[in-house]
Nanobody, 126 residues
Framework: QVQLVESGGGLVQAGGSLRLSCAASGRTFSSYAMGWFRQAPGKEREFVAAISWSGGSTYYADSVKGRFTISRDNAKNTVYLQMNSLKPEDTAVYYC???????????????????WGQGTQVTVSS
């Protein structure tokens, strides 16, 4: 069983930055691809970004490309999401998730992600 704990959310003004962290339990974190998703009030959960097990491949939703950066530190069992130039439409609960089956695949298909964190709230004020 993998446990994921997100942190780093909060309230920020438009144009500001936040860095989210997702700490994973277990000794095999470095073998998983990881993803970030978000869910805004009244909307379905959507893909944000993903990173392969080595960090060599990344993929972003068009809505965040050029503003967000996903990275990982396998020695710390942690994946990060650096969010810059935040907009009010980025307001959502952000979740990290593991993709244990396809460690090199960084696609957005939610069905590939098995373990999920509890989420961290990001609120961007205008």
């Amino acid at each position: 069983q993998v446990q994921l704990v997100e942190s780093g959310g909060g309230l920020v003004q438009a144009g500001g930055s936040l860095r989210l962290s997702c700490a994973a339990s277990g000794r095999t974190f470095s073998s998983y691809a990881m993803g970030w998703f978000r869910q805004a009030p009244g909307k379905e959960r959507e893909f944000v970004a993903a990173i392969s097990w080595s960090g060599g491949s990344t993929y972003y939703a068009d809505s965040v490309k050029g503003r967000f950066t996903i990275s990982r530190d396998n020695a710390k069992n942690t994946v990060y999401l650096q969010m810059n130039s935040l907009k009010p439409e980025d307001t959502a609960v952000y979740y990290c998730a593991t993709n244990r089956l396809y460690s090199d695949y960084v696609g957005p298909e939610e069905i590939l992600y098995d373990y999920w964190g509890q989420g961290t709230q990001v609120t961007v004020s205008s």
